[in-house]
């Protein structure tokens, strides 16, 4: 019903900048939640930002936290996660995210592909 596509990914050098999208398609609701995941090798996913698709509040992780910058735009139904300032330990497959409550006691995930990030040391 969602699908999620990413693009952006890539190879950067510490200190840069990337860019990632993640286009939306399908049925949306208002109050859904999207957001970015990442994982690195031989470790959990973690959380990194989100941003409601309604409104303007906006959650990072102490990790990317004044570095990452989550945003959308409503038009194109894409959410952004601008990184800059990037360090090695930033290095991880990144999963958009879109969290559909439909009601308090239901809700839905769906996931992007997860493009690789490697920033060089």
């Known amino acids: 019903q969602v699908q999620l596509v990413e693009s952006g990914g890539g190879l950067v050098q510490a200190g840069g900048s990337l860019r990632l999208s993640c286009a939306a398609s399908g049925r949306t609701f208002s109050n859904n939640v999207m957001g970015w995941f990442r994982q690195a090798p031989g470790k959990e996913r973690e959380f990194v930002a989100a941003?409601?698709?309604?409104?303007?509040?906006?959650s990072y992780a102490d990790s990317v936290s004044g570095r990452f910058t989550i945003s959308r735009d409503n038009t194109k139904n894409t959410v952004y996660l601008q990184m800059n300032s990037l360090k090695p330990e930033a290095t991880a497959v990144y999963y958009c995210?879109?969290?559909?409550?439909?009601?308090?006691?239901?809700?839905?995930?769906?996931w992007g592909q997860g493009p690789q990030v490697t920033v060089a040391s």
């Open positions: 995210n879109a969290h559909l409550v439909v009601t308090t006691n239901l809700a839905h995930d769906y």
């Open positions: 941003i409601k698709w309604s409104g303007s509040s906006t």
